[in-house]
């Protein structure tokens, strides 16, 4: 099992609809969680991060989080054709070597809003 | 934004040249990582670094290799470049405990 599952889409929306994205992850203990944008050809871009249980909102994104069920999402609200890119979602694990923590990304959901 | 530089963008060469690919940062943070990404595909981590002389294997096996003498320099060499290593190398720095990571423009290579 990955550690962090995403479902690779591609999520197609019309304009102004609500896009939801979701990700499931394997460690009970993960304590932060966090949605990552990337326009194609482009670097990754941290846009949330969640580390209670419940929702946290900014502006049209909204991150919710479920620890019982190791369950993240992100609704984007009033969607618009800008917001079209790949999602990653990444929990913070603790190292192989035991140090410290890393970030762990899974592969990322293709969001498509189209006009 | 975040002030995290790689270079080169963009490299083209030949099989069996020795490559470097820089990356810096200017914000004091601690950890650095390099992640090889194909199109359309996932993030694979191939190395981390906690601190000036610490560095470790990621999740993909990788023939690269990595250095860690500044606390704001990390970069990646390989010694020999093959077709097989095509891809684009992000790099990425976080600070402390915190896992919020932040990114390089990211190099990407093509080995003919």
């Known amino acids: 099992q990955k550690e962090v599952e995403q479902n690779s889409g591609p999520l197609s929306v019309p304009e102004g609809a609500i896009a939801s994205l979701n990700c499931t992850y394997s460690?009970?203990?993960?304590?932060?969680f966090f949605w990552y944008r990337q326009y194609s050809g482009k670097s990754p871009e941290l846009i949330m991060s969640?580390?209670?249980?419940g929702d946290k909102e900014d502006g049209r994104f909204t991150a919710q989080l479920n620890k019982a069920s190791q369950y993240v999402s992100l609704l984007i609200r009033d969607s618009q054709p800008s917001d079209s890119a790949t999602y990653l979602c990444?929990?913070?694990?603790?190292?192989?070597?035991?140090?410290?923590?890393?970030?762990?990304f899974g592969r990322g959901t293709s969001l498509i809003v189209h006009p | 934004e975040a002030d995290i530089y790689q270079t080169p963008r963009y490299l083209v060469i030949g099989t069996g040249k020795k490559i470097t690919l820089e990356c810096s940062q200017t914000?004091?943070?601690?950890?650095m990582y390099w992640y090889q990404q194909d199109p359309g595909m996932e993030l694979h981590l191939i190395h981390y670094?906690?601190?000036?002389?610490?560095?470790e294997k990621g999740d993909l096996s990788s023939e690269s290799t990595v250095s860690r003498i500044r606390t704001e320099h990390f970069p990646l060499t390989l010694e020999s470049a093959r077709p097989s290593h095509t891809s684009q190398y992000l790099c990425?720095?976080?600070?402390?405990?915190?896992?919020?990571?932040?990114f390089g423009q990211g190099t990407r290579l093509t080995v003919v």
């Open positions: 990425a720095s976080t600070k402390g405990v915190s896992a919020e990571a932040f």
């Open positions: 460690d009970r203990v993960s304590q932060s």
């Open positions: 969640i580390y209670s249980n």
């Open positions: 990444a929990v913070k694990r603790l190292s192989e070597a035991g140090g410290s923590y890393i970030p762990t």
């Open positions: 914000m004091g943070h601690d950890k």
């Open positions: 670094s906690y601190g000036v002389n610490s560095t």
